[in-house]
DNA sequence: GTGGTCTAGACCACC
DNA sequence: GTGGTCTAGACCACG
């Protein structure tokens, strides 16, 4: 899968390469097993420091998303049929869709607009989730 | 409205305050019109310092949210009947809630399950919006 | 001339006043000699304190735009037809003109966009300016 | 671009930065891609805490004309090649327009004067946008 | 080394 | 009493 950032964004770098793996695990171009490109490379393709990609890497590690080996490099350990997440991740998760959601309502979209507009992103991942 | 904040979160305080104003005003706890305490009370209240509240309630007015003025101290100018968002507010929250929804299902919930959280969650602010 | 300001408005209400009155003069509705409400009174309609009006007034005092006596009030000391300004405040307009019309021209304004604003407006004033 | 401002001016030092930044923008000597010095540099440079710049880099990153990244340190995003203005936007400047163009029709300049003097000040910007 | 966050304390402007 | 501005110094996050 390639990865792409923006190099000029308000978001961390090493966030964004968090983010498009995830989003690649969620939308079915990434699944456990794969491989990602090791650190020097991906660094060398972003023309970023090495380090960067590795912080990335290491917040997926540490989220038992990647498995990082000195052989292997970064393989993904999990995808959206490995089971459901403990209960404590929903828990916490929820506190940031609260955030999130409650912005859209205080700043206008109806309640509609809110749940449609996420049924269409998660609908969106399941189409590239069963090619 | 009593605003609680966590110290020691990842999450800067100035945001938690913006965070927590934004979900009043979601959940209808929060009209426009209604006034906050000022900074150096609510300060003083949370325990920190003057200065991080008045940052977060900065951070709202540059978005139109409160109004910040030295007779009346800060009151509320938008809530959910304020008019619909601009159509850049929404491509933007948009990619927000792409990454949130993603890191969701790759960790497990399936999509039924992320939906039905995000229904829960509006539909909770829906309930306080008409008391 | 009926004053009116907005009690909410981020710009102080003393230079509100302020800014109404000049632009009354501006616009031929105020002319060297009428009378202005008196402070006391003037407070009472816009509902603010009294002491908010004489700053107000007294600011156009020191610029000999008004003239506050005990006996007549505040009357009007100067309109477009009083002579030139100073040539020390022409200098100082114009670095405050520089500062407003580079935001414009920044912001993507064209030249000719601020131009044909600015000639509206002035033109507006004439209008007025000979009834 | 060398950024001066006055110390004992009644305008915020925060907000000279702002405007000289805009001022620079407008006369083709700052263009988008350009970097301006750090905040502690130019804090340094200016004789000022660096708090100071960093609020009034910060008032332009809001407004879209500044990129503040750690990597790059702050780069100029907008200039008047960038695209017209939004409505909005338009709206609010007349009004601050119509206020300074006001001050000058009172005060004894004439409309000629004035427009002249809009044409020479916008007439300037344009010179030097295009060397 | 860059900007970001937080604290602390001072003084001013406005009402 | 309110928010606004400025200074000063600390530590952190990012690259």
Known sequence: MII??????DVPLYQQIRD??????ADGR???????????????????NFHTVNKGYDTLRED??????RKSGAVVTRDPTSGP????YVV????????ILADAIAHGMSTDDVLTACREIVTEFKRGDTP
Chains 1, 2, 3, 4 share one sequence.
């Open 64 to 69: 038992n998303v990647l498995r990082l080996t």
């Open 30 to 48: 990434l699944h456990a097993g794969d491989s990602l490109p090791s650190t020097r490379q991906l660094a060398s393709d972003l023309g970023i």
């Open 92 to 99: 916490k998760w929820a506190g940031r869709a609260k955030t």
């Open 4 to 9: 792409e950032i923006e190099l000029d964004s």
């Open 20 to 25: 498009r793996v995830v989003e690649g695990i």
């Open 85 to 88: 997440p403990e209960p404590q």
